[in-house]
């Protein structure tokens, strides 16, 4: 299994928290006194995780571009997911699969908190091409404060195609696009369904619009056009869930 490095006072929070067996080791910077990442340090003890002091540079090597608030975990990530994975994730699901589908969102930060929504509303599953997003990065993790740990996240080669054997699968496909002619509330998503919305910019791609079965907009009664990628997924996600009763 492949290692990478979570950083941040919450990602390190809630690595320790959901999945601590995986967590190899956690680093905090010499001579910071941050209480809680004292308590992070201290719970990891707990836990028989390993705790070493290290110099800011090195955590700054570990973080990347992320933010590291004086602390750091080396974990042991599961294997990935693969795109022959996603079938036996909707048999899994069944009449309660919950696809969230990224037409080429490449900010980090952006894939994170997508992440973040997809992991609070339990969805099976998170697609995205290959081609057209940004890995499992820590500025992803961090972005995502452990969802990306609890959502499997599945890059695929040809969007289109995974898209029709969603719809094959019977996977009922509602796109999410400014003009879709009628409201994300009006759109009945219970039983099987994929929420695709498109990227930074460009929203959906015409053949991934051509592919959905609904094409629905989120109403925006104010002075603003569009929401953030990640804000508009948090609202079709948890509108599907309103519909399904979920608590």
């Not at 695929?156 to 509602?174: P, S």
Request: net charge neutral.
């Amino acid at each position: 299994m492949s290692e990478s490095w979570i950083v941040g006072i919450n990602p390190v929070d809630s690595a320790l928290r959901n999945d601590p067996a995986a967590v190899r080791e956690l680093l905090l910077e010499g001579g910071r006194r941050n209480p809680r990442v004292q308590e992070l340090a201290e719970r990891a003890r707990q836990l028989h995780i390993a705790v070493r002091q290290v110099e800011r540079a090195e955590l700054e090597r570990h973080a990347a571009a992320a933010r590291h608030q004086g602390v750091a975990v080396r974990c042991e990530l599961a294997p990935v997911v693969q795109e022959t994975d996603l079938s036996a994730l909707l048999a899994r699901d069944g009449a309660q699969t919950l696809v969230l589908v990224l037409d080429g969102v490449t900010d980090p930060h952006n894939l994170g908190a997508c992440l973040r929504c997809a992991a609070a509303a339990k969805a099976t599953a998170v697609v995205v091409p290959k081609d057209r997003a940004v890995g499992l990065t820590p500025v992803v993790r961090r972005a995502a404060a452990g969802g990306a740990e609890l959502v499997p996240l599945v890059a695929v080669t040809n969007l289109a195609r995974t898209l029709r054997e969603l719809k094959a699968a019977g996977v009922w496909i509602t796109g999410l696009a400014g003009g879709g002619g009628q409201s994300i509330h009006a759109v009945d998503l219970h039983g099987p369904t994929a929420l695709v919305l498109g990227g930074e910019g460009d929203g959906l791609r015409r053949l991934t619009r051509e592919l959905c079965d609904f094409v629905a907009e989120i109403p925006m009664p104010g002075a603003m056009e569009s929401l953030n990628v990640s804000v508009a997924t948090g609202i079709a996600l948890f509108e599907a869930l309103r519909q399904r009763g979920a608590r």
